[in-house]
């Protein structure tokens, strides 16, 4: 869906971006991972062409994208930022419409567009009709996701989305967007400079530094296998065993016959073992949602990397 | 519960209070020429308009010690057409029989006026955009009524005013229209001006200090710089000449005014511009709008209560410098004042000079009610 070939770029004879290369598959969610300044936000501004780079080829469903209208280029592509960025002195339901308008969408395509995102994001239609100085911090974002999402486009750039928001709305939205991209199979380029949230929400996770790729793999194997030793830093030294865990189902590791207290079966396999070490045993009966018994863990199972 | 008296109304109150007991009220002269004697309010002989005024004076103290705002608008708007019908009453009766005689408000009625007129505004603020249009008509309907009915005839002011009643009219015109005159090129010129100083600090850092530097000239010493050229302009192209540019009248004081009124309007658009915020720049070029879009559908929005704010400024400015204009030959309500000065019939400057103070406060007043509510 998207490519780069050889892309740098400089601000005032410091690169920021060098010698870049990268794939975003179609249906990707592919995070963008880096300390301040490691060009990952440069990086995202290039593809919908907010920056134009100094060198190599961006390419977006196979045309370059400097062969393409900058601004009929960015209403195909979904544009999330931190503060969420919504216009004062329109609704709510304007703020979503946003695109549709400048895309000339009639009215009842655009109201019906405008319902449905709502209930997409979960969002009280009631507040279709609010400023957006009425919503709280973690509400605006979701409009914000809405308004980027109401073209219906072919990808959906994000940067730092969440990075404002408290902990508690931000996992909430966090769980939210994961959701949306299950269900609509949306290319998602994200930005953030939050290890848990990349290996969270992300597909294909890529560790930048100083405008360079230092990885570009699955959450997985960038555990597993850290590159070098500043990726391994990003990732965290000592709490990476529970980092792998935290991206396994528990039902990867089912064995059959119930055994131990019982727990859901949504849950990862580092909530399993956060359980286990809670109740002080070895085995859990994992039940489905109806009280269906599935299976158990064990702890050895866990353990088996 | 006591509360504690309201700190802006008391002092208000206390002024309307106290003045009349060491300021005259009028000023009583055998005729237009020799100096008049003075009259207190106390020593008035109508009775009508006095009871009125006695009630009003009760509703503003009330209102100042409960703290009820409503109460000074109303009351504060009942004194200051009471004070007006008084005098008005009082002129009747000092002028039957001596029809040369001048009756001129005095130093008590205009303390008295002030204090009042500024308590129902405060009280007006207070209250909300509806309080402020009922304090607009409050004063103008009455008014207009008082006037209409011919109790007030007797005034000085107004037999200035019939004395001059046909050239009146047409100067409020002629000031209105120099007003309106200046406005135009000031927008067309100013508003773009404002939008390439956002865009480019280069140039803003040139323009922003001349237009600064243009206001800091005094309006008449423009006015005669403006002469020469102008002046100059005409004799070397007849056309323009003929077609009334010259070195007086109309054309130098459109271009003086147009050149103080570009200041207020070009920094109001550039930082009315400045203010948008960065998000939302940056959210409405990522989302695809043209430049064209982004200035119609969120930076002029955003700006525009700061724009307004500065051709409000602008345009009251402008009514108040109209008024100097008619040293240059421009005409307006300036040429009454002055003719008022220069004679020393204060009287007749006041004619000039309060619908001057009349149209500035109605514009403004208009001006920030049709302010869009800030969100």
């Given at each position: ?5 050889g892309v740098a770029k400089a601000f005032d004879g410091r690169a920021v971006v060098q010698d870049f ?15 301040s300044g490691s060009g990952?936000s440069t990086i995202?501004r290039m593809?919908?062409?907010?920056i134009e780079p100094d060198a190599g ?153 100083d405008g360079r ?93 | ?375």
């Open positions: 869906m998207i490519d780069f070939d290369n990268l794939h975003v598959a179609d249906g990707a969610f592919c995070a963008l991972i880096g300390a990952k995202l593809m919908n062409r907010l080829r961006i390419r977006f469903a196979g045309q370059d994208v400097a062969d393409l209208d900058p601004t009929l280029l960015r209403r195909r592509m979904g544009y999330v930022i931190q503060s969420a960025g919504l216009f004062p002195h329109w609704s709510v339901a304007r703020n979503i419409a946003a695109v549709p308008a400048l895309l000339g969408w009639d009215r009842a395509r655009t109201q019906a567009r405008v319902a449905e995102l709502m209930t997409l994001l979960r969002l009280d239609p009631a507040l279709g009709r609010a400023r957006p100085h009425e919503l709280s911090g973690g509400q605006a974002q979701r409009v914000g996701v809405a308004r980027a999402l109401a073209a219906d486009p072919d990808v959906l750039l994000m940067d730092e989305p969440f990075g404002a928001l408290d902990p508690i709305t931000r996992a909430a939205l966090q769980a939210e967007l994961a959701r949306i991209h299950r269900e609509t199979r949306k290319t998602i380029v994200f930005v953030t400079h939050d290890m848990d949230e990349a290996l969270q929400l992300a597909t294909q996770v890529v560790v930048l530094e790729v230092l990885q570009d793999t699955s959450p997985a194997d960038l555990l597993a296998h850290p590159a070098n030793a500043g990726v391994g830093a990003f990732v965290g030294r000592l709490d990476r065993g529970l980092k792998l865990l935290s991206l396994l189902a528990i039902t990867e590791r089912l064995e059959p016959g119930a055994d131990g207290p019982e727990v859901p079966d949504d849950i990862d396999c580092r909530s399993a073992l956060s359980r286990m070490i809670e109740l002080s045993v070895d085995r859990l009966t994992v039940v489905d949602v109806t009280g269906q018994v599935r299976g158990h863990v064990a702890l050895a199972g866990l353990m088996r990397s | 519960m006591i509360q504690k008296p309201d700190r802006v109304f008391t002092p208000f109150a206390v002024l309307v209070l106290a003045t009349p007991l060491w300021l005259s009220f009028l000023s009583v002269a055998r005729n237009r020429l020799v100096a008049g004697q003075p009259m207190a309010l106390l020593d008035l002989a109508v009775a009508a308009p006095t009871w009125v005024l006695v009630s009003g004076m009760a509703m503003v103290l009330v209102g100042a010690i409960m703290r009820g705002s409503v109460l000074i608008l109303g009351g504060g708007l009942i004194v200051a057409m009471a004070l007006i019908w008084l005098a008005g009453d009082q002129a009747t009766v000092v002028t039957i029989g001596q029809p040369s005689a001048r009756v001129s408000l005095g130093a008590a009625f205009w303390v008295m006026q002030a204090a009042v007129l500024l308590a129902v505004a405060e009280a007006a603020r207070r209250l909300g955009s509806w309080a402020m249009l009922a304090a607009l008509l409050g004063v103008v309907l009455p008014l207009t009524f008082l006037l209409m009915s011919g109790r007030l005839d007797a005034l000085s002011l107004l037999r200035e005013y019939a004395n001059r009643r046909d050239i009146f009219g047409p100067a409020v015109l002629r000031h209105l229209g120099l007003v309106a005159a200046a406005m135009v090129p000031t927008l067309l010129i100013g508003i773009p001006l404002g939008l390439v100083c956002h865009r480019n600090n280069a140039v803003a850092r040139v323009v922003m200090p001349t237009l600064g530097l243009i206001q800091t000239i005094p309006s008449i010493a423009l006015f005669g710089l403006l002469m020469a050229p102008l002046s100059g302009l005409s004799a070397l192209v007849p056309f323009l000449g003929r077609a009334g540019i010259g070195g007086i009248g109309v054309a130098p004081a459109v271009i003086a005014l147009v050149l103080y009124s570009l200041l207020p309007i070009t920094r109001n658009t550039a930082s009315g511009l400045a203010s948008v915020p960065p998000a939302v720049r940056e959210a409405a070029l990522g989302m695809g709008m043209d430049d064209r879009q982004r200035f119609w559908r969120v930076d002029l929005p955003l700006a525009f209560p700061v724009l307004l704010a500065g051709i409000r400024i602008t345009v009251v400015q402008a009514i108040g410098l109209a008024a100097v204009a008619a040293l240059i030959g421009a005409g307006g309500l300036g040429a009454i004042m002055f003719d008022g000065l220069f004679a020393g019939a204060i009287d007749l400057a006041l004619l000039g000079a309060l619908p001057v103070i009349a149209m500035a406060v109605t514009v403004d007043l208009l001006l920030r009610l049709a302010a869009p509510a800030s969100a």
